[in-house]
């Protein structure tokens, strides 16, 4: 309970920072945001208009503030361009990007965690060295040109996926299935890369250990000390890069999206940016902050959950 | 053993070869390329590679092996500076953590955490929407990105050694924090620094080639791998050489610099 809390407090912590950043970063617009956001031609009827929306008649404390509390009441203020609540704009979008993202982090978990064991247990230095490469480059691939590669091969060439745009779930589950594959898989594919070697370190540490050791001398079979036994204690530290993981997917999305002409967050990030629309984009970034923090902090729990060892700063 | 050592380095080896190559390709299109990068040839568009277009053409004819060349100085230009910048300030919040403790550590930390709660492409599109796009906010801000994993490691290293009991010495006999940092302290962290610098390097790269390719990074006539990315996605079925050529030296340049930063760890790890 004292490690929930703790959690807790510090979860609350790193968002209250992470607001001060967002929100110092957007104060540093250099010269007038409402000028920046109107043009050079705007009239100075337009431009004082424009300030008192943006509060900036306001102090800078006082901004903060109401930006803040209006973000945690569900209010994230009002687009400049689409004319109405950022909330209202980001509802068409979040479900998009969060198919993508959790299609992506299924494919990662259902492709990276087989192939980590797979790896772990051929023991040959040629096959090592070389899957270890492998590995390097899935690192090493940008994700949008690896989505070109896919969009050549699967969608131009075999024809075998749509190469843009997307089926809603509610229409053809399969067709949903299919329009998002190719951008979940390119946007998995340096996580599948990341997990396979992680997977396989811990798996190789673990293997060393006496209880392995112990298992052995009882006679159990090969299979039944690595999923048994081993798989159990290393597949935990897996779930640490978790965090790590949902950041990379809901960063890379950013790209992915504007790659396949996806209507997602990412796509409407950076028309918000072309088009100078800064609250919505100051909430966005605010809003995809905040579920990173959160999956970092359920993560904590539920390590703590699965392994009761963990215990404060320790 | 000798020979558990040659498989263990190949990594290393093919990192240093790819770093290798790619330095010689930056510094000769400093003052040589076949054809001039911006040079456009209307009746010679998209043509596909040969002897004469080693990469083929674009679509406005001018030949892309000529702009991949010129593009890596913009790589090598953002991986370099950005990661100067992250080092220099990563470095001062580190050591300053580390070394002193106490409340300036508790507070860097939990501003670095915080700054890490944020994807770092996100990061850095959040500052170029602020500034503006080209070369040098770019560098800004992939610098501003890897302040972080910098302060950390400087931090953790500058904590392990302050333990060691030469620094303890050397502070009883009174010597300034400047000197003990800079003299007994930092020789001791180099290679976990080494590490990140190179990982950083591959890091910025990278995502200059994502900022460019949405267009909020490197502006034209820049020569940029990200934006000939941008450019050549139209075309990528009529001519896809275009976008698999630019987009592997992308891939060659993370690839040579993340095994450099492997490889440096496995030298590092049988010092230990």
């Excluded at chain 1, 930006?67 to 687009?79: H, Q, Y």
């Excluded at chain 1, 609540?85 to 978990?109: M, N, Q």
């Excluded at chain 2, 500052?127 to 302040?147: C, K, Q």
């Excluded at chain 2, 800079?182 to 620094?193: A, G, K, M, R």
Aim: charged fraction near 15%; hydrophobic fraction near 50%.
């Amino acid at each position: 309970m004292k490690y929930a809390l703790y959690k807790l407090s510090t979860f609350l912590m790193t968002i209250l920072l992470v607001s001060l950043i967002i929100f110092t970063v957007f104060q540093v617009l250099p010269g007038n945001p409402a000028q920046i956001i109107l043009g050079m031609d705007a009239d100075t009827q337009q431009i004082a208009q424009l300030e008192k929306e943006l509060g900036l008649d306001k102090s800078i404390g006082e901004r903060y503030t109401s930006w803040l509390s209006g973000f945690l009441m569900g209010d994230l203020g009002d687009s400049l361009k689409y004319q109405q609540p950022v909330l209202d704009v980001l509802k068409d979008r979040i479900p998009v990007t969060f198919s993508i993202a959790i299609y992506s982090i299924l494919l990662t978990i259902c492709i990276g965690i087989p192939l980590g064991i797979y790896i772990a247990r051929t023991d040959g230095r040629w096959i090592s060295v070389f899957l270890s490469m492998f590995t390097q480059l899935g690192i090493a691939v940008p994700s949008f040109w690896f989505a070109f590669v896919l969009i050549l091969v699967f969608g131009v060439t075999f024809q075998l996926f749509p190469t843009f745009g997307y089926v809603p779930w509610s229409e053809s589950f399969i067709g949903a299935l299919r329009s998002y594959f190719l951008p979940s898989l390119a946007l998995a594919i340096s996580n599948i890369a990341v997990v396979i070697r992680y997977l396989r370190n811990t798996i190789l540490d673990q293997a060393k250990m006496d209880y392995v050791r112990t298992a052995r001398c009882k006679g159990l079979r090969e299979k039944t000390i690595m999923y048994g036994h081993i798989l159990r204690n290393a597949l935990m530290p897996v779930l640490t890069i978790m965090g790590l993981i949902v950041a990379d997917t809901l960063g890379g999305s950013i790209i992915i999206e504007n790659v396949f002409a996806l209507p997602g967050l990412g796509n409407l990030l950076i028309q918000s940016i072309t088009s100078r629309d800064f609250p919505l984009v100051q909430s966005m970034v605010l809003y995809i902050a905040i579920l990173v923090i959160l999956v970092n902090f359920i993560v904590d729990l539920l390590y703590k959950l699965i392994d009761p060892r963990v215990r404060l700063k320790g | 053993m000798k020979k558990h050592n040659i498989f263990k380095s190949i990594p290393l080896i093919i990192g240093v070869s790819f770093v290798t190559v790619l330095t010689i390709m930056m510094l000769v299109s400093l003052f040589y390329t076949p054809y001039s990068p911006n040079a456009m040839d209307p009746s010679d568009r998209l043509a596909q590679p040969s002897f004469t277009h080693l990469f083929g053409t674009d679509n406005f004819g001018r030949d892309i092996f000529s702009r991949v060349m010129q593009g890596s100085q913009t790589a090598f230009l953002i991986g370099f500076s950005a990661v100067s910048i992250g080092l220099f300030f990563g470095f001062l919040i580190g050591a300053c953590a580390g070394y002193f403790g106490g409340w300036i550590d508790e507070l860097s930390m939990r501003i670095i955490d915080a700054m890490m709660a944020l994807p770092g492409i996100l990061f850095a599109i959040m500052l170029i929407s602020v500034f503006e796009t080209g070369i040098r906010n770019t560098i800004i801000a992939l610098g501003i990105m890897s302040i972080p994993s910098f302060a950390r490691i400087v931090r953790s290293g500058f904590i392990q050694v302050k333990q060691f009991d030469f620094v303890k010495a050397s502070i009883a006999k009174g010597a300034g924090s400047f000197r003990i940092i800079f003299q007994h302290i930092l020789p001791n962290v180099t290679s976990p620094i080494l590490v990140a610098v190179t990982l950083s390097f591959s890091g910025s790269v990278l995502a200059e080639a994502g900022l460019s390719y949405l267009g909020l990074g490197v502006q034209p006539p820049d020569p940029s791998w990200g934006r000939m990315l941008k450019e050549a996605q139209p075309f990528m079925s009529t001519a896809p050489w275009y976008v698999i050529l630019t987009g592997l030296f992308i891939t060659f340049m993370v690839l040579g610099f993340n095994l450099l930063s492997d490889g440096i760890r496995d030298l590092q790890d049988k010092k230990s």
